[in-house]
């Protein structure tokens, strides 16, 4: 089975430039206002650098500062968080969130962990 990558939307770059746009009369309006350019700056790189990937040896998490690579051997389970968010839960009974996986991808997820999750759909 190929990995399969979790992406957050890339619409989010869209809004950070339409943020960027509208902050432009701000920026300019008094020193140091630049700095509000660093909200949309943030947004582009959260949004490319985040995902967590899946694959059948391991679950890949990437956030905008760190990384980690949990084996399936570690995970003991998942637990669906408030609004629709995954977090596995590891062996030592610590979660480890899992950027852009919402339920609607639990299949998809099962898929990719090469049987080591049951699919959710019953297929």
Not at 24 to 37: E, I, N, Q, R, S
Not at 59 to 79: E, F, K, M, N
Not at 98 to 113: E, N
């Amino acid at each position: 089975m190929p990995r399969v990558a979790f992406h957050p939307s890339r619409l989010q770059i869209l809004f950070a430039l339409v943020l960027a746009v509208c902050a432009t009369p701000v920026a300019f309006g008094a020193p140091f206002l630049w700095l509000v350019y660093l909200v949309p700056v943030g947004v582009v790189a959260w949004t490319l650098r985040t995902r967590t990937v899946v694959d059948p040896e391991a679950v890949t998490v990437r956030t905008l500062v760190t990384g980690r690579r949990v084996p399936w051997s570690q995970i003991s389970s998942l637990r669906l968080a408030d609004k629709g968010r995954v977090h596995a839960v590891l062996s030592d009974g610590a979660e480890l969130p899992l950027p852009a996986v919402g339920v609607r991808d639990l299949p998809q997820l099962a898929a990719a962990s090469g049987g080591r999750l049951p699919d959710p759909a019953g297929d």
